[in-house]
């Protein structure tokens, strides 16, 4: 069966530090890999994506990730916090089977202080 | 351009009763899913429909639980004899679907279901 492990569910973290958000899967399909934040009260939005070819990615506000094959993980990562990343972070896998299944993770509740 | 726009926001009820929950996609995309979110949890896949029929429905965790999307648009959640542990936020997203599938998801604010 297909799941998606986070491997931590609350990160505090000062402001202007660097940090590590993990993320861990597990699929026997091939798979598109996605973060997505959800700020106070707001609903979800992508962050960032793997589909193919560069497996460091890009994504909105300074975060990037890393797609690991070999280790099946999708790492968050940003150099240096801002108070205003304070969020919810998600990984998700998407079934690549015709369809397209996502799964989500428990979440990792990052919470920056000043 | 609009958003997923779902109905209503916020739904109390007594159980046992019958609840529905309306989700309205973005114009075009063809893909739509459901979600449950828990407090303090991941979004719980339900079901998803490719246009008007649904692909996968293995998340529905019963029978009580059944969702139609009749014209490929509009889709509602249907809960019969709602028990307190429905409570939670029901997430609606929609996705593109095309030549070039991205698998994105668009997600809606949620409707927020409490069963006293």
Redesign the interface.
């Known amino acids: 069966a297909q799941s998606v492990t986070q491997l931590d569910s609350q990160v505090p973290v000062f402001e202007e530090a660097p940090v590590e958000l993990r993320c861990n899967y597990s699929s026997s399909v091939s798979v598109y890999l996605f973060w997505y934040v959800q700020y106070p009260n707001q609903g979800l939005q992508l962050l960032l994506k793997y589909l193919s070819g560069s497996t460091l990615v890009k994504g909105i506000n300074g975060f990037e990730a890393e797609f690991n094959k070999s280790q099946t993980s999708f790492h968050l990562r940003k150099p240096s916090v801002h108070i205003s990343d304070t969020a919810e972070y998600f990984c998700a896998v998407t079934l690549n089977t015709g369809g397209f299944k996502t799964i989500f993770g428990a979440g990792t509740r990052l919470f920056v202080k000043a | 351009g609009a958003g997923?726009s779902q109905t209503p926001s916020n739904k109390v009820t007594e159980k046992g009763k019958y609840v529905e929950l309306r989700c309205d996609p973005i114009s075009g995309h063809t893909?739509l899913?459901w979600?449950r979110q828990s407090l303090?949890?991941?979004?719980?896949?339900l079901i998803?429909f490719?246009g008007t029929g649904a692909?996968?429905d293995s998340g529905l965790p019963n029978d009580r639980f059944f969702a139609v999307r009749p014209e490929g648009s509009v889709s509602t959640l249907k809960i019969q004899r709602t028990e307190r542990g429905d409570s939670a936020v029901y997430?609606c997203?929609s996705?593109l679907?095309g030549t070039v599938?991205?698998?994105?998801?668009f997600?809606?604010?949620?409707s927020r279901l409490t069963v006293l």
Do not use: K
């Open positions: 997923v893909a899913y979600y303090g949890q991941g979004p719980e896949f998803y490719q692909a996968d997430l997203a996705s679907m599938n991205t698998g994105e998801l997600f809606g604010e949620g």
